[in-house]
């Protein structure tokens, strides 16, 4: 008789035999510039951190003090026990800096998009999704009853032929702001004009443009006009915001259907108040000043030109930056030896992102200096060319 663990050795060894087995890094140090990670210290560009706020401690101060009296946990979902003052002060806040008439908080960005996807989408819709949208965006999508069409990545001219062919449906259009992985961003007045044009409904995930994008770092919302804005915005709270959870902007009737409809809400115990009280602390901070949003920008900038020089072109608004690798093995080995220099660069293989195409995938934060990214890019340039 077989054993019924066989499988998972068989899978195990499939993942090694191709260079795909993932392993954990361990942190014993706030995610900034300089981190220990693995009992090391390393020039850290890998974290979401983008804003510096992670190690922010007057931030994660006065969140202690606003949770004070509430204690330490929640007690419940959030349609038990589990909202506080603090939870509906989140939500205005949220909803006044996107512009939405209302928001609500979910525990995190991947079960906000799980929850909103699946119970928005019935058996009666179509979900055109772009085809490197992220997994949670995807698994959303699977979790609804609506039939799935993906449209070429970032092509509007594909979107809109697919969409004149399902007249006869209910249509909601999905996609990423900025995809997470290629760090490039949509064109969200052209999906909107196409929302408009054909009667769907849009959800976009601004998980990465969130704190980032804009001149106020109010996200991909700022990027185009006030009545082209999505009908569900969808973003998280982990990336530049630096805590934790995720949130809907959106109509309140929309936002009384999820309450009601949202099984990931529903059915989650909420965030405690502390993780909600440093989220009020951060975006208050944000709001009032955009000293690290300015730093950012121009780290942006200047990796920009700097791998300009050695050959990588990026984009330059998004702290994301890709380089392409191609062979797993190689990109692991280019990620070990930027390890071994000091420097922590994970190499990012399929299934996120397509076989053979293996990259590094680079993040910047506020408080890199340029010394910092000078080495880098010094130390990208040498194994690039050496290999």
């Given at each position: 008789?077989d054993?019924?663990?066989?499988?998972?050795?068989?899978k195990?060894?499939?993942?090694?035999?191709?260079?795909l087995?993932?392993?954990?890094?361990?942190?014993?140090?706030?995610?900034?510039?300089?981190?220990?990670?693995?009992?090391?210290?390393?020039?850290?560009?890998?974290?979401?951190?983008?804003?510096?706020?992670?190690?922010?401690?007057?931030?994660?101060?006065?969140?202690?003090?606003?949770a004070k009296?509430?204690?330490?946990?929640?007690g419940?979902?959030?349609?038990?026990?589990?909202s506080?003052?603090?939870h509906?002060?989140l939500?205005?806040?949220?909803?006044?800096?996107?512009?939405?008439?209302?928001?609500?908080?979910?525990?995190?960005?991947?079960t906000?998009?799980?929850g909103?996807?699946?119970?928005?989408?019935?058996?009666?819709?179509?979900?055109?999704?772009?085809?490197?949208n992220?997994?949670?965006?995807?698994?959303?999508?699977?979790?609804?009853?609506?039939?799935?069409?993906?449209y070429?990545?970032n092509?509007?001219?594909?979107?809109e032929?697919?969409l004149?062919?399902?007249?006869?449906f209910?249509?909601?259009?999905v996609?990423d702001?900025?995809?997470?992985m290629d760090?490039?961003?949509?064109?969200?007045?052209g999906?909107?004009?196409?929302?408009?044009?054909?009667?769907?409904?849009?959800?976009?995930?601004?998980?990465?443009g969130f704190?980032?994008?804009?001149?106020?770092?109010?996200?991909?919302?700022?990027?185009?006009?006030?009545?082209?804005?999505?009908?569900?915005?969808?973003a998280?709270?982990s990336?530049?915001?630096?805590?934790?959870?995720?949130?809907?902007?959106?109509?309140?009737?929309?936002?009384?259907?999820?309450?009601?409809?949202?099984?990931?809400?529903?059915?989650s115990?909420?965030?405690?108040?502390?993780?909600?009280?440093?989220?009020?602390?951060?975006?208050?901070?944000?709001?009032?000043?955009?000293?690290?949003?300015?730093?950012?920008?121009?780290?942006?900038?200047?990796?920009?030109?700097?791998l300009?020089?050695?050959?990588?072109?990026v984009?330059?608004?998004v702290?994301?930056?890709?380089?392409l690798?191609?062979?797993?093995e190689?990109?692991?080995?280019?990620?070990?030896?930027?390890?071994?220099?000091?420097?922590?660069?994970?190499?990012?293989?399929?299934?996120?992102?397509?076989?053979?195409?293996?990259?590094?995938r680079?993040?910047?934060?506020?408080?890199?200096?340029?010394e910092?990214?000078n080495?880098?890019v010094?130390?990208?340039?040498?194994?690039?060319?050496?290999?």
């Open positions: 008789m054993d019924k663990f066989n499988y998972i050795d068989s195990m060894k499939f993942l090694s035999n191709q260079n087995i993932r392993k954990q890094n361990i942190f014993s140090s706030t995610q900034s510039a300089i981190s220990k990670i693995n009992g090391k210290e390393l020039l850290l560009f890998s974290s979401s951190n983008y804003l510096s706020i992670i190690e922010n401690e007057n931030i994660f101060d006065k969140g202690v003090n606003l009296k509430f204690g330490m946990g929640s419940g979902s959030r349609l038990t026990t589990g506080t003052i603090l509906m002060e939500e205005t806040k949220l909803a006044k800096f996107c512009g939405y008439e209302s928001a609500l908080v979910f525990n995190s960005g991947y906000a998009n799980l909103v996807i699946s119970s928005i989408a019935t058996e009666q819709h179509i979900i055109f999704s772009d085809e490197k992220h997994a949670s965006l995807i698994d959303g999508c699977k979790l609804s009853k609506a039939k799935i069409v993906v070429e990545h092509n509007l001219k594909d979107l032929n697919k004149k062919l399902c007249y006869k209910n249509k909601i259009i996609s702001s900025v995809f997470s760090g490039d961003i949509i064109n969200l007045k999906i909107s004009m196409l929302g408009n044009k054909y009667n769907a409904l849009t959800i976009i995930d601004d998980a990465h704190g980032v994008l804009g001149e106020n770092g109010r996200g991909i919302i700022e990027l185009t006009e006030e009545k082209l804005k999505p009908d569900i915005l969808i998280t709270l990336k530049a915001i630096g805590v934790e959870g995720g949130f809907v902007g959106t109509s309140k009737k929309i936002r009384d259907y999820i309450l009601n409809h949202a099984r990931s809400y529903i059915f115990t909420s965030m405690s108040p502390l993780t909600i009280a440093c989220n009020i602390a951060s975006l208050d901070f944000i709001s009032e000043s955009n000293e690290n949003l300015i730093r950012l920008k121009e780290n942006m900038q200047y990796i920009k030109l700097s300009k020089d050695i050959g990588i072109e984009d330059g608004r702290p994301i930056i890709k380089v690798i191609g062979d797993e190689k990109a692991i080995r280019i990620s070990e030896s930027l390890y071994d220099d000091g420097i922590y660069v994970p190499a990012i293989r399929f299934p996120t992102v397509e076989k053979n195409k293996a990259i590094l680079i993040t910047l934060m506020s408080s890199h200096t340029k910092q990214i080495f880098l010094d130390r990208l340039r040498f194994y690039i060319n050496e290999e």
